[in-house]
C-alpha cells in the first residue's frame, strides 16, 4: 500500500468526505485494510437530502460565483467583465448547470451580483429564474453563450456525467471561465475532469478555444479557502453523528440511525 494509507487499520472508524468514486485505490486500500469508512457525502435522510455535503455544497456554490467574477477580470485571463454590468451595459451571463444545494447557493450569489441567470436540471420541479430542462441540446446552447458556466451536478456516490463536452467549450467566447464544482466526483464538465483538480496555490488553468482561451477552475476542496467559516459550518452538522458514533459505537449507532447507515462505504 501507498505510504499515505500506513495508518490505516481493522477497526478504525473514518468518518469524514472519502469521495471514492474517482479513488479506486483508496477504495482498495480501505477494503484491504478493512477500515470502516462512513463518508459524509453519503448520509442521506429518506428524502434523499444530504445533511453532512449541504453545509459545504452551500460554501463552494457561493465561491463558485465569487472566484467566477474575478476569473472574469483581464487581470485572471478573463474577458474583462463586470458580473453585474452598468446601466447601459449588458450583464455576465451565468449558466449553472444542476439546480442543488451548490447550483441554487451559485444562483443567488450570481442574482445578487446582478448577472443574468440560466440553470439547468434534470428535475424540473427544482427549476426557478431562467431555467431549461437538461439535456444535450439545451447545454450545448447554453454552454456557448456563457461568460460563466458552474458545474455542479451530483450523483452520491458516484462518478458525476460529463455532461458538458470538449466539443461544447469549444464554442464558448474566448475569455469566459468555467467552474467545476463537482471535480470530486471527477466533474460534470470533460476539459476540467480531464485535466483533473487543481489546488489553492494555482487554481486555475487555460483551455484553448477559437480566438483564445477560456479560464478553468477545478479546485477539488473549494471550502478549503474559508476554513474558518467552513470548519464552523461542517462541526454543527457532522457533531451529532460523531457523538453518537463515540457513544454508541458504529454498529449500535449506525442501526439506530437509516441515514448514518446510509454513509457506511467499507
Same mark, same amino acid.
Request: net charge neutral; with cysteine.
Given at each position: 500500500?501507498?505510504?499515505?494509507?500506513?495508518?490505516f487499520?481493522?477497526?478504525?472508524?473514518?468518518?469524514?468526505?472519502?469521495?471514492?468514486?474517482?479513488?479506486?485505490?483508496?477504495?482498495?486500500?480501505?477494503?484491504?485494510?478493512?477500515?470502516?469508512?462512513?463518508a459524509?457525502?453519503?448520509?442521506?435522510?429518506?428524502?434523499?437530502?444530504?445533511?453532512?455535503?449541504?453545509?459545504?455544497?452551500?460554501?463552494?456554490?457561493?465561491?463558485?460565483?465569487?472566484?467566477g467574477?474575478?476569473?472574469?477580470?483581464?487581470?485572471?485571463?478573463?474577458?474583462?467583465?463586470?458580473?453585474?454590468?452598468? +446601466?447601459?451595459?449588458?450583464?455576465a451571463? !451565468?449558466? &449553472?448547470? *444542476? #439546480?442543488? %444545494?451548490?447550483? =441554487?447557493?451559485?444562483?443567488?450569489?450570481?442574482?445578487?451580483?446582478?448577472?443574468?441567470?440560466?440553470?439547468?436540471?434534470?428535475?424540473?420541479?427544482?427549476?426557478?429564474?431562467?431555467?431549461?430542462a437538461?439535456?444535450?441540446?439545451?447545454?450545448?446552447?447554453?454552454?456557448?453563450? +456563457?461568460?460563466?458556466?458552474?458545474?455542479? !451536478?451530483? &450523483?452520491? *456516490? #458516484?462518478? %458525476?456525467?460529463? =455532461?458538458?463536452?470538449e466539443?461544447?467549450?469549444?464554442?464558448?467566447?474566448?475569455?469566459?471561465?468555467?467552474?467545476d464544482?463537482?471535480?470530486?466526483?471527477?466533474?460534470?464538465?470533460?476539459?476540467?475532469?480531464?485535466?483533473?483538480?487543481?489546488?489553492?496555490?494555482?487554481?486555475?488553468?487555460k483551455?484553448?478555444?477559437?480566438?483564445?482561451?477560456?479560464?478553468?477552475?477545478?479546485?477539488?476542496?473549494?471550502?478549503?479557502?474559508?476554513?474558518?467559516?467552513?470548519?464552523?459550518?461542517?462541526?454543527?452538522?457532522?457533531?451529532?453523528?460523531?457523538?453518537?458514533?463515540?457513544?454508541?459505537?458504529?454498529?449500535?449507532?449506525?442501526?439506530?440511525?437509516?441515514?448514518?447507515?446510509?454513509?457506511?462505504?467499507?
Amino acid at each position: 500500500l501507498a505510504p499515505e494509507y500506513a495508518l490505516f487499520h481493522e477497526g478504525l472508524i473514518l468518518y469524514t468526505y472519502l469521495h471514492l468514486a474517482p479513488e479506486p485505490a483508496l477504495t482498495k486500500a480501505l477494503l484491504e485494510k478493512k477500515v470502516i469508512g462512513i463518508a459524509y457525502e453519503t448520509v442521506q435522510f429518506d428524502n434523499g437530502f444530504l445533511p453532512l455535503l449541504a453545509p459545504m455544497s452551500e460554501v463552494a456554490g457561493r465561491m463558485a460565483t465569487q472566484v467566477g467574477a474575478q476569473m472574469l477580470t483581464k487581470i485572471e485571463g478573463g474577458m474583462g467583465l463586470l458580473m453585474g454590468g452598468t +446601466a447601459g451595459v449588458q450583464a455576465a451571463h !451565468v449558466v &449553472i448547470l *444542476g #439546480a442543488g %444545494t451548490v447550483g =441554487l447557493s451559485a444562483a443567488k450569489v450570481a442574482m445578487g451580483m446582478g448577472a443574468r441567470v440560466t440553470i439547468l436540471d434534470s428535475n424540473l420541479f427544482r427549476l426557478r429564474i431562467q431555467t431549461l430542462a437538461s439535456n444535450a441540446f439545451n447545454i450545448a446552447a447554453a454552454t456557448k453563450d +456563457a461568460d460563466l458556466l458552474v458545474g455542479s !451536478v451530483l &450523483i452520491p *456516490g #458516484a462518478l %458525476t456525467p460529463k =455532461l458538458v463536452t470538449e466539443a461544447m467549450v469549444k464554442t464558448m467566447k474566448p475569455g469566459s471561465a468555467i467552474v467545476d464544482v463537482a471535480i470530486d466526483q471527477g466533474g460534470c464538465i470533460e476539459p476540467t475532469a480531464k485535466h483533473g483538480a487543481t489546488y489553492h496555490d494555482k487554481p486555475t488553468f487555460k483551455y484553448p478555444v477559437n480566438g483564445g482561451e477560456v479560464v478553468c477552475y477545478s479546485v477539488g476542496n473549494m471550502p478549503g479557502a474559508v476554513a474558518r467559516t467552513s470548519t464552523f459550518t461542517l462541526t454543527n452538522a457532522t457533531m451529532p453523528y460523531m457523538v453518537d458514533l463515540a457513544n454508541k459505537g458504529w454498529k449500535k449507532a449506525c442501526q439506530d440511525d437509516k441515514a448514518l447507515a446510509r454513509g457506511i462505504n467499507t
